[in-house]
């Protein structure tokens, strides 16, 4: 069988593969190649070897940038892991009403990021100005905790979803026989119920740190990076530095950005799988 | 023995009444989680001078009424509806085109063991961590150079950077599905097109319906994509129209923004709780080959 599929591989593999060039070989390569030069128009390109990546760090706006992000990624991928398990906790206790809480719940998750930074845009302000606090484009401080609750709204429902399915894998047998040995309802949860989730935290872990890391539109949408950049994440760092900087040397400077950048996903999300994973076990 | 029952029966109890507190609270904290879709639903209702940040709050009775208006001025005066339509075209083409090819590809590097097929896959799940940021300048050269900026044919590009976690998630189940069915069918005399269409479709059903959903998500509400790739003075998606109306600050107005707004979310909303049990399923499905 397999000789016959074989013969058929302009049918099967051939349109993915010649989009996938198109739409992501192709640009990764020649993007890592700009990295390493200097332009303005793709007609004069450069080669100027490492000098780009230097200029990475030099430029202030970018350092903070990485500290803002990396604060508001384990601000936010710690909050809307831990209310996301603890209302899966509650949802599968088959209380009256599940269903609709959990189809309320997972709703925000539909609206894109642009239309969910108008909307909470329009609500933080209101209740500010209400409470007499600086608007959300006025203060770094109330423009994180914006990012934080937004993020949190859209998010929490999709990876209570990954925990509920978890919590439903495992199985009564075992926790009836933990509450028998006399565990009380806090070590059946450490002990019993959570090394059974450790897969969905895994996965809920992963999805939180590189949805919040690599967060873009509703940081163009919420904050736009106001006031003065100081709200400003990577991803709108590099578009920023792409697209709304005049002069010859910044594109070269925000592709070897944007190099760095997927460097640091990578780096987090190796990082994160393997210290997870390592904290699974077979039930 | 009687006595073991009434303890049954308390502990039974107290659950009972815990889950009725849970309830009730939970109840309370849905309204709150429902209320900026409300929100938005009551501005688009008023008038311009009663959407101001400090008269947010107030409901849409009174002076601040406004009927439909903002909803006529959107469509009307705003375009939006033409926004609508590439988007809604944008998302179907994109997606129908993603499910064809890439379980198409996905069944031939799970059937052909080839230093190639694991190339493809291997170069797949490696797309689904690189950031957007990385390829979005040299894609959007690529696209026009190869005039691929259309609304029409955009779906090529969403094709090439959707392809990774499509053929991942097809891989996934296809390599666990049976042989012998593929191969009496082979012995029959189908050819391997037959065989897919006929056979190996039917049974990717669920696998496609997810891959389907989390795709539909993204390239609906996909903002950076299109506004590189289109022309935002000739076509607009509905998340670039939203950014670029707010983009001309001031002389915006919030009323039809917030009606544009509300039937953006409308049609998703309920489309979501027609097929809710497929989308949860289809969540749950990525995430745990994820």
Not at chain 2, 29 to 56: D, G, H, Q
């Amino acid at each position: 069988m397999e000789k016959s599929i074989r013969k058929y591989w302009p049918v099967f593999v051939l349109p993915t593969m010649a989009a996938f060039t198109i739409g992501f070989i192709w640009p990764f390569i020649w993007g890592l190649y700009l990295s390493l030069c200097k332009f303005q128009t793709l007609k004069k390109v450069t080669f100027i070897g490492l000098s780009n990546y230097t200029k990475v760090f030099e430029d202030a706006t970018f350092v903070h940038a990485f500290g803002f992000t990396a604060l508001f990624t384990i601000v936010s991928t710690l909050t809307i892991n831990i209310l996301a398990f603890f209302l899966a906790m509650l949802l599968t206790r088959k209380a009256r009403g599940t269903n609709v809480f959990r189809t309320i719940f997972f709703m925000p998750n539909l609206i894109g990021g642009i239309v969910l930074g108008y909307i909470w845009q329009s609500l933080l302000n209101g209740l500010l100005s209400k409470w007499g606090m600086p608007l959300l484009a006025l203060s770094a401080k109330e423009g994180f905790w914006g990012l934080v609750i937004l993020m949190g709204w859209q998010q929490i429902g999709y990876m209570m979803i990954i925990y509920i399915a978890g919590l439903q894998n495992v199985s009564p047998d075992l926790i009836e026989a933990a509450e028998i040995d006399g565990a009380t309802s806090w070590q059946v949860l450490k002990s019993v119920k959570i090394p059974i989730v450790m897969p969905s935290i895994t996965i809920c872990t992963f999805l939180t740190l590189t949805n919040s890391f690599k967060l873009f539109d509703q940081n163009l949408s919420l904050t736009n990076g106001e006031p003065a950049k100081n709200t400003q994440m990577l991803a709108l760092n590099i578009y920023e530095t792409y697209y709304a900087r005049s002069g010859a040397s910044w594109k070269g400077i925000g592709q070897a950005k944007a190099v760095v950048f997927f460097l640091i996903v990578v780096v987090i999300s190796l990082v994160q799988l393997r210290f997870t994973r390592s904290k699974e076990v077979q039930a | 023995m009687a006595q073991q029952m009434t303890r049954e029966e308390s502990v039974r109890r107290k659950q009972q009444s815990i889950n009725s507190v849970i309830t009730v609270i939970l109840s309370i904290v849905c309204v709150i989680w429902m209320y900026p879709i409300l929100l938005i639903v009551f501005n688009s209702l008023k008038v311009e001078s009663a959407i101001s940040t400090n008269r947010i709050f107030e409901l849409p009775i009174g002076n601040a009424f406004n009927g439909f208006q903002n909803f006529i001025y959107g469509v009307t005066k705003m375009d939006f509806m033409s926004s609508f339509w590439y988007s809604l075209f944008i998302t179907v083409s994109s997606v129908a085109l993603i499910i064809l090819c890439c379980s198409m590809c996905a069944w031939y590097i799970s059937r052909v063991t080839s230093k190639f097929s694991s190339a493809v896959y291997y170069l797949c799940v490696f797309s689904m961590v690189v950031p957007f940021q990385m390829v979005m300048f040299t894609l959007s050269k690529t696209a026009d150079t190869l005039k691929l900026n259309t609304p029409y044919n955009i779906c090529v590009i969403y094709l090439g950077f959707g392809a990774g976690l499509a053929v991942f998630m097809f891989t996934g189940f296809m390599k666990s599905m049976p042989l012998e069915i593929e191969e009496a069918a082979m012995i029959d005399g189908c050819s391997p097109l037959q065989i897919f269409f006929r056979i190996v479709m039917p049974i990717t059903k669920p696998t496609t319906i997810s891959t389907a959903i989390l795709e539909t998500m993204w390239v609906w509400n996909d903002y950076l994509l299109p506004t590189l790739v289109l022309d935002i003075k000739k076509y607009r998606t509905i998340p670039m129209d939203i950014q670029y109306f707010r983009g001309s600050y001031g002389s915006v107005q919030m009323g039809p923004m917030m009606a544009c707004i509300v039937i953006t979310i409308i049609p998703v909303i309920v489309l979501y709780l027609v097929c809710q049990k497929h989308i949860i399923e289809g969540v749950v499905a990525g995430a745990v080959k994820g």
